[in-house]
C-alpha cells in the first residue's frame, strides 16, 4: 500500500530551522545520512514546499561531484579536494559516500514544487503547482506504485489537514533551539510509535503512524 510519508530533520523542541531560518545543527552525519537514504529509495514522489526545493536544488549536480577515484590529487570530501590521498578519516569517506548517493536518488524522483512565484525550474522531472490541492494528491496516491514524500512544513499542514498523511519520520537533533520554524502544525495529532532508532551522536529516529 502506498504511504504519503512526511519526514523532518528537527531539533529536541521540535524546529527545523532557527528564529533566522539557520538550520546547520541539522546537518547529517555518515550514519544518519545513509540510513535516509536507505528510506528514500522507497518513495515515488517528493511533494515540496518552495523553500524547502529551492534547498534541495544542489543535489541535482552534487551526483556529478568529484570521487576519490577520478580525483588524481588527492581525496576529494564533499566535492573538495583534500591533498594528501586515502589517509582521510573514514567517517568523511562515508558522509561522502552518503552524499553522492542520496544525490542518485534524488535525480530519480519525481518533484511536484508548490510555489505561486516560480516560474522555471532548474532541475529533472520537477513541476510546478502552485497551490495543495486534496484531491490532486489523492489522485496521485491513488495511482502511484512507491510511496510519496512531503518536504517542508508548510505543505505538511495542508496535507495533515486534508487527512492524507499516513506516517511522521522525525530524526530528533540533541539541540534545543527555542523557536522558529515548527516541524508539525499546531495541532492536535494521534500517533502511534512504529519504530525507533539512536545513532551516534545522539540523533533519533522516530517513525510513527497517524491515527
Known sequence: MVRLIYSAICSID??????DGNFDWAVPGAQ???????LERGVGTYLLGRRMYETMIPWETMAHE?????DPGGTSVSGYSVPGGPSVPDEFAGIEAATVEFARIWRG????????????VSTARTRIVPRF????????????VQ??????????VSAFAAGLVDEVRLFLC????????????????????????????????????VR
Open 147 to 156: 510511496d510519496i514524500s512531503i518536504g517542508g512544513p508548510t505543505v505538511a
Open 66 to 70: 568529484t570521487t576519490p577515484h577520478e
Open 174 to 209: 540533541p539541540v534545543n533551539i527555542g523557536g522558529g520554524l515548527r516541524a508539525l502544525p499546531e495541532e492536535r495529532l494521534d500517533l502511534q510509535l512504529l519504530e525507533e532508532k539512536t545513532f551516534d551522536g545522539g540523533v533519533i529516529y522516530l517513525r510513527y503512524a
Open 133 to 144: 490541492d486534496a484531491d490532486f494528491v489523492s489522485s496521485i496516491k491513488s495511482g502511484a
Open 14 to 19: 521540535g524546529y527545523i530551522a532557527d528564529s
Open 109 to 120: 524522483i519525481d518533484k511536484i514544487v508548490y510555489s505561486t512565484t516560480l516560474n522555471e
Open 32 to 38: 544518519v545520512h545513509s540510513f535516509v537514504n536507505e
